[in-house]
């Protein structure tokens, strides 16, 4: 089964073997190619180029394209405020002051939108075959909020007239977005709207439901999967939300995704969810990453209706190993337990010795693997060092150590290794996670010889 | 004789005019502004604080909670005499450098005033040396300081450091807050007080100013 068929049998409510993992890098793709977020959200070579890494690193079974809340607001008159490791920031409103309701409905070649295309168009004819592709759209609470600022929390109480004429268009806003993004080979639309969470499940059936309805159902006629991602404590609005009819929910870690899942599955609804993004991902090891999502899937009754996701948006400088880590939990979940229980086990002492790396014979390349067969970055980096070997031959030894065996996890220990995959030259570390040039590790080796 | 609680369900409920009346009515009828603030005001905001802090009331209702405390303040305030406006306690406040986010900034000054505290509100995208200048200006006794993105909450030790550098770190209270802002982070760049939400950052500001 391909990750693309994975995603479409589970938003199809279907039974199978695995769970689908979706990773959403945003800007985060940049940083695998080593581009900034302002150049993968403005050079739509540089963004394919960025996709394609993560497509071969973290082996998604969907991968979204863009995660920009900003396009749809730059084009009706937000003033943006661009950072080079995380996506714009809305920095101005055009309807702060002034209660109208616009009516210009952004076209196909307006502002980033043919960026966005462009690099849909190009991943759909490179991946889309096994992959399933997101196009994400800023829902239309959130649009409203960018257009008219916060006044739209007061106004929903003062002036909640104003409040639904604003929804009826930034709705228009989303449909016609959506019907693009369709167009261009989206297989699942997401409907992005983090502002959500911050609403009482009354207000949402007040102002929202029959927006995001209208969304979905859009969506739905047009022959495409839907999502609704939301951010933040959105506990309260899990039911209100699965109300709207879309085929899929996803949540952060404000959400306790278990009984999150309880809610999505009384409405039969897909629910995708939800690595913590900061105290995890971004700040934990890789071993904190595989436990968590192991410990997340074993906290759940069940795995029906479930994609294995990022909390949200991933930022930009998550270390590349620990989604790495996540994505081979998904995966191989019972290799990856097993894994980390051998880890936790203090009782496993090293058994061997280490080599003499002050008077090693001839350089010694070791590779650190997961596992090169089912992890795609511990299969590339693996590559890259069998091809060295090839390279210099009898005048080179290298060695591979799958995390699988617990005698090479105590190696790790000993040794120190902390991210997976990595390559070490005469014991010093060289490369982790992002697999080394030909160019570059040759020299390497011959300043070992 | 005043009525405290209709004042307070009307303020939770964002009556801001009936609410400004109320408030009239109580002075005309003798009681101090004070006791008005104390039992009518503030004591709905505290309500408002815990409702938002377990998810019973959202963002909307504390805007307009937080109005109509404005609109009891505004015919109160004249009515005060030297005293009834002790300070208890000054806070300076904003979003840090590069973050426009003031949703969540502006709820912890909506929780921090319903403590009675004055707050210095800097607004968003503050740099390190602005909230140090402005604490040492105003003699403040906490600086809180708002983040919502990973990438920005970094700047959250620089202001730590900048309080460092102005000598006045073990003068100052330094709070930070935000959705990617944790206790280990806190901890991690030498702030004194984490709050997940507005309603406990204001109990642990009350906290600190009354210690």
Not at chain 1, 342 to 359: H, K, M, Q, S
Not at chain 1, 378 to 397: E, L, R
Request: proline letters at 5%; charged letters at 25%.
């Amino acid at each position: 089964m391909t990750g693309k068929e994975k995603i479409i049998a589970v938003l199809n409510k279907e039974k199978i073997d695995s769970i689908p993992w979706l990773p959403f890098a945003g800007v985060h793709a940049g940083k695998l190619k080593g581009y900034t977020a302002k150049e993968v959200s403005t050079d739509a070579g540089k963004l394919i180029d960025s996709l394609r890494e993560v497509n071969k690193l973290y082996k998604p079974d969907g991968q979204p394209i863009m995660f920009d809340l900003q396009i749809e607001a730059e084009i009706l008159g937000c003033e943006l405020l661009w950072s080079e490791d995380a996506p714009p920031t809305v920095a101005s409103h055009p309807l702060s002051d002034v209660s109208d309701i616009p009516t210009h409905i952004p076209a196909v070649d307006e502002g980033r939108i043919p960026l966005s295309v462009e690099a849909m168009k190009a991943m759909k004819a490179e991946i889309g075959e096994h992959t399933a592709l997101y196009g994400l759209i800023t829902g239309p609470f959130t649009l409203a909020s960018h257009l008219r600022g916060t006044n739209i929390f007061m106004d929903m109480i003062m002036n909640p007239e104003y409040v639904t004429s604003l929804l009826e268009y930034t709705t228009r806003v989303a449909n016609a977005v959506a019907g693009y993004y369709i167009e261009a080979g989206m297989d699942v639309i997401a409907v992005v709207d983090p502002l959500v969470s911050q609403i009482s499940p009354a207000h949402f059936a007040e102002f929202m439901d029959k927006p995001f309805s209208k969304v979905f159902d859009y969506i739905r006629t047009n022959g495409a999967f839907s999502s609704f991602f939301v951010c933040g404590n959105a506990t309260a609005n899990i039911a209100p939300m699965c109300m709207t009819k879309p085929d899929s929910i996803s949540v952060d870690e404000n959400v306790n995704l278990a009984e999150a899942k309880k809610v999505t599955d009384s409405f039969d609804i897909v629910i995708g969810g939800n690595i913590p993004l900061t105290s995890i991902m971004l700040f934990g090891t890789q071993q904190d990453n595989m436990k968590n999502t192991i410990d997340l899937i074993d906290s759940l009754d069940n795995t029906d209706r479930l994609i294995i996701a990022p909390g949200c948006d991933m930022p930009y400088d998550i270390p590349i190993e620990n989604t790495i880590g996540v994505q081979q939990a998904v995966h191989q979940t019972d290799q990856i337990r097993a894994m980390v229980e051998n880890y936790e086990c203090t009782e496993i002492v090293f058994e061997g010795e280490l080599p003499d790396y002050a008077n090693l014979e001839r350089p010694l390349i070791e590779v650190f693997t997961l596992d090169s067969i089912t992890c795609a970055a511990c299969t590339y980096m693996k590559a890259s060092a069998m091809d060295i070997k090839k390279h210099f031959g009898d005048k080179v030894d290298m060695v591979e150590y799958k995390y699988t065996e617990p005698q090479n996890i105590a190696r790790c220990k000993v040794m120190e290794v902390k991210q997976l995959p990595s390559i070490y030259i005469n014991g010093e570390l060289k490369y982790s996670s992002i697999i080394p040039n030909r160019a570059g590790f040759v020299s390497e080796v011959e300043k070992c010889l | 004789m005043a009525d405290f609680e209709k004042i307070s369900e009307l303020m939770q409920k964002g009556r801001a005019d009936e609410v400004k009346q109320l408030c009239a009515d109580a002075l005309a009828e003798g009681v101090g502004p004070k006791e008005v603030l104390e039992k009518g005001l503030l004591s709905a905001m505290n309500i408002v604080g815990e409702k938002f802090k377990n998810n019973e009331v959202f963002v909307p209702e504390v805007l307009i909670a937080a109005r109509a405390m404005n609109f009891g303040l505004e015919v109160l305030k004249p009515a005060m005499v030297d005293g009834d406006m002790d300070e208890i306690g000054k806070v300076v406040i904003g979003t840090v450098k590069g973050d426009l986010h003031d949703i969540g900034k502006n709820l912890v000054k909506i929780m921090l005033e319903g403590k009675g505290l004055t707050v210095i509100d800097l607004g968003a995208d503050v740099s390190a040396e602005k909230f140090i200048e402005t604490a040492i200006n105003e003699k403040a006794n906490i600086i809180a300081c708002s983040a919502l993105l990973t990438t920005t909450m970094t700047q959250m030790e620089s202001v730590v450091k900048a309080a460092v550098d102005a000598g006045i770190r073990d003068n100052i209270t330094i709070m930070v807050g935000g959705a990617p802002v944790t206790q280990k982070f806190c901890d991690s760049i030498g702030a004194d007080i984490y709050a997940a939400d507005a309603a406990t950052a204001s109990d642990k500001a009350l906290e600190v100013c009354t210690s």
